[in-house]
């Protein structure tokens, strides 16, 4: 399937923009320019409020109240482990909020290059317990918690999800990043041309494993090599991939090991769209309905 027209016309719209490829900036650098270009809020949720999730910085994103309790989404954003923070995916947890009726936590883990790997994955962690713990502060039901996040948010959100710290009901991942090892075909048909490259996710993993503590060959880096054994530990499962992305065919390898491990699985593909697109609702016609396909399983998924 071609490119979706919408989709060619923003890739034309970066094109002129001129903005120098992620592998030739410096971390800081890249991070001021995400900074600025953060999507609007499209889909306002009842109320937010940040919090302290047991020495990790979150954001709370609260549904309109309907006289129960909500579950819990926990979030963790894209940005490859080296950009994003709570501002790039506000957007994101907004939509999420509102359309679901459950609550959503966003955790601004630490970012490599600064803090490689494992510090993000610890920090999600902790924050999952955290927000386990402290589920009356919250004001959410502590039995109906769900990770998610979109590309290396994904990431942590698969590994917290096959981990299970704490009682989890669903995972939501958003073209993963599951596989470090960058050598499925879709790196090389989606090496250029399409905002995410092959040189920009090698430029990320190799951030992201800079303090040498990790390896691509690691199941809490790929979480696509972890056994079966820990993957039938993960609670179901929506996989959302894109035709023209790097990271395609390791999202679609994933959501088939969790078939193959017992999970429950629901995988959609968006053939005609790009990395990222989830987060341009206000641009993408296929975020739009990327957003509430995604909030609509949440909402199933944590359901009293």
Same mark, same amino acid.
């Given at each position: 399937?071609?490119?979706?027209?919408?989709?060619?016309?923003?890739?034309?719209?970066?094109?002129?923009?001129?903005?120098?490829?992620?592998?030739?900036?410096?971390?800081?650098?890249?991070? #001021?320019?995400?900074? /600025?270009?953060?999507?609007? =809020?499209?889909?306002?949720?009842? *109320?937010?409020?940040?919090?302290? !999730? &047991? $020495?990790?910085?979150?954001?709370?994103?609260?549904?309109?109240?309907?006289?129960?309790?909500?579950?819990?989404?926990?979030?963790?954003?894209?940005?490859?482990?080296?950009?994003?923070?709570?501002?790039?995916?506000?957007?994101?947890?907004?939509?999420?909020?509102?359309?679901?009726?459950?609550?959503?936590?966003?955790?601004?883990?630490?970012?490599?290059?600064?803090?490689?790997?494992?510090?993000?994955?610890?920090?999600?962690?902790?924050?999952?317990?955290? #927000?386990?713990?402290? /589920?009356?502060?919250?004001? =959410?039901?502590?039995?109906?918690? *769900?990770?998610?996040?979109?590309? !290396? &948010? $994904?990431?942590?959100?698969?590994?917290?999800?096959?981990?299970?710290?704490?009682?989890?009901?669903?995972?939501?991942?958003?073209?993963?990043?599951?596989?470090?090892?960058?050598?499925?075909?879709?790196?090389?048909?989606?090496?250029?041309?399409?905002?995410?490259?092959?040189?920009?996710?090698?430029?990320?993993?190799?951030?992201?494993?800079?303090?040498?503590?990790?390896?691509?060959?690691?199941?809490?880096?790929?979480?696509?090599?972890?056994?079966?054994? #820990?993957?039938?530990?993960?609670?179901?499962?929506? =996989?959302?991939?894109?035709?023209?992305?790097?990271?395609?065919?390791?999202?679609?390898?994933?959501?088939?090991?969790?078939?193959?491990?017992?999970?429950?699985?629901?995988?959609?593909?968006?053939?005609?769209?790009?990395?990222?697109?989830?987060?341009?609702?206000?641009?993408?016609?296929?975020?739009?309905?990327?957003?509430?396909?995604?909030?609509?399983?949440?909402?199933?998924?944590?359901?009293?």
């Amino acid at each position: 399937m071609p490119l979706h027209a919408e989709t060619v016309a923003l890739l034309a719209f970066m094109e002129e923009m001129g903005a120098a490829p992620v592998e030739q900036q410096e971390p800081a650098i890249a991070r #001021a320019e995400r900074a /600025a270009l953060a999507p609007p =809020v499209t889909e306002p949720c009842h *109320a937010t409020r940040d919090v302290d !999730a &047991g $020495g990790v910085p979150a954001r709370l994103y609260l549904p309109e109240p309907n006289g129960e309790l909500p579950g819990l989404l926990i979030w963790f954003h894209g940005g490859g482990w080296v950009i994003g923070d709570l501002e790039s995916h506000d957007n994101v947890c907004h939509s999420l909020a509102g359309r679901s009726g459950h609550a959503v936590l966003s955790i601004a883990y630490r970012l490599a290059p600064e803090d490689p790997f494992p510090a993000a994955l610890g920090d999600s962690i902790q924050a999952t317990r955290w #927000a386990h713990a402290n /589920a009356a502060e919250l004001g =959410v039901d502590p039995d109906r918690l *769900a990770v998610g996040g979109d590309s !290396a &948010g $994904g990431n942590l959100a698969a590994v917290v999800a096959y981990v299970a710290p704490v009682p989890l009901r669903f995972q939501l991942l958003v073209y993963p990043v599951t596989d470090a090892r960058a050598a499925t075909p879709s790196y090389s048909e989606n090496a250029e041309g399409y905002f995410l490259t092959a040189a920009g996710m090698q430029w990320f993993i190799g951030h992201y494993l800079a303090g040498g503590q990790g390896s691509p060959d690691d199941p809490r880096v790929s979480p696509l090599l972890a056994s079966r054994e #820990a993957l039938a530990q993960s609670p179901p499962a929506l =996989v959302i991939t894109a035709g023209y992305d790097p990271l395609r065919d390791e999202g679609v390898l994933y959501a088939e090991r969790l078939a193959d491990a017992g999970v429950t699985v629901s995988h959609v593909h968006f053939p005609g769209q790009i990395h990222a697109f989830f987060s341009l609702p206000h641009m993408l016609t296929d975020g739009r309905i990327a957003q509430a396909l995604a909030a609509e399983s949440l909402r199933a998924a944590l359901a009293p």
